[in-house]
């Protein structure tokens, strides 16, 4: 949600695993889900989706365990459509236009997603607000990848605002969705150096080059079922970890 409308902000609570959700849903809890079966990602995406492509490959060539259940837009001429369709995924998209207030949009949006029981959402490149509404619910469920060492430049143009401040490190990082715009505990980043004479062009695309394998690093570490979200911070196996930092073998250190 990093290039999301300008003037948004995302609204979500999220601060515990998904049972924990279900218990308080429920007051049952939730029966454990068995680290072999293939995590059910729900993909959000607005434009392009080279991260869901990332996501499709990985999963094809059988280096994430995982299965995409939905792919969702605002924009029902996203690319990312199409590359979920010649997938073989279920894609799916809404028109704000079609709904009286962004409220009813994220009912009807988060209605659709939950038809296809996910795990885990994933905002690729999905550009809308999310209301408090939809993410209140689905605590520690909703990640988004943010193409900035957060919490340094939040919201748009993240490679104009990192040149524009003359920094030597830029990145991108994969976050769960809190209310703060793009301020979610971090679950992990990738960095790499701004190099002399790049401007937004290179620079983004040496970045998003970074994105896929980090958000894929991420998602194996959901789909052990390592990584959770508990009272505000990230734990990785149980352990409160800081941001984790992706290796150029792209591995985590
Ligand atoms: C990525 O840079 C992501 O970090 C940001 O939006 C872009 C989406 O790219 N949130 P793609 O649609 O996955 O190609």
Do not use: W
């Amino acid at each position: 949600m990093g290039n999301r409308e300008p003037g948004m902000a995302p609204r979500a609570a999220a601060s515990a695993d998904a049972g924990a959700a279900h218990a308080h849903a429920t007051g049952v809890p939730a029966p454990a889900i068995p680290r072999s079966a293939p995590l059910r990602l729900a993909v959000l995406a607005s434009g392009r989706g080279s991260n869901l492509q990332a996501i499709l490959d990985a999963i094809a060539g059988g280096t994430l365990n995982a299965t995409v259940v939905g792919v969702f837009s605002d924009r029902p001429r996203a690319a990312a459509l199409q590359r979920a369709r010649d997938a073989g995924a279920q894609a799916q998209a809404l028109s704000p236009r079609d709904f009286t207030s962004r409220a009813a949009f994220d009912r009807a949006l988060f209605d659709a997603v939950d038809a296809v029981a996910p795990e885990l959402i994933v905002c690729a490149g999905y550009m809308r607000l999310i209301g408090a509404a939809a993410i209140t619910p689905r605590p520690g469920r909703i990640i988004n990848i943010h193409p900035s060492l957060l919490p340094a430049f939040k919201g748009l143009h993240t490679h104009r605002q990192a040149l524009a401040a003359g920094v030597v490190e830029h990145g991108a990082s994969v976050h769960f969705v809190t209310a703060d715009l793009d301020g979610g505990p971090v679950i992990a980043q990738a960095r790499l150096p701004v190099l002399p004479g790049d401007d937004e062009i290179a620079l983004s695309a040496r970045v998003l080059s970074r994105e896929h394998p980090l958000l894929l690093a991420a998602l194996r570490l959901f789909a052990d079922r390592d990584v959770t979200l508990r009272e505000d911070s990230v734990h990785l196996r149980d352990e409160r970890t800081a941001p984790l930092q992706l290796s150029s073998n792209n591995a985590f250190a």
